[in-house]
């Protein structure tokens, strides 16, 4: 193969790097190699694309009987972790009339609770 991928963890970037142009027996198979590279790189885009039109439209806050169930806990469990300090009013969760809304930033750090009994 004439053209190789390589990601960089601190960049994300894609280089593209031509091992040897002498491998090539003529123009013609170097610009195939290239144009195929092209193809898959655009797939891999399109895909990544694809997922962030899905993240962006994923709501910014929930309900925290919505969490509970997602989170296997109860409501009062999640309440209770939102009261402890952890968390910020306004930022973390907020009231909505008589509904609590938790942002789903502050979602991934509720947990469950370790019983230290054994």
Known sequence: MIL???STQNTG???L???SFLEATSGQQLILAVLEKLSVLETKLLAIE???MAVKNLPKWHSVSDVAKAK???SDAIRKQL???EFEY?????????KILIHQGAVGRLHRRRSSNG
């Not at 306004?90 to 008589?98: I, L, Q, S, Y």
Request: aromatic share 12%.
């Open 17 to 19: 790097k031509v091992t």
């Open 72 to 74: 296997g806990l109860t």
């Open 83 to 85: 009261q402890n300090g």
């Open 90 to 98: 306004g930022v973390d969760f907020k009231h909505n009339g008589g």
């Open 50 to 52: 694809h997922n962030n």
């Open 4 to 6: 190789h991928t390589k």
């Open 13 to 15: 970037f894609l280089y």
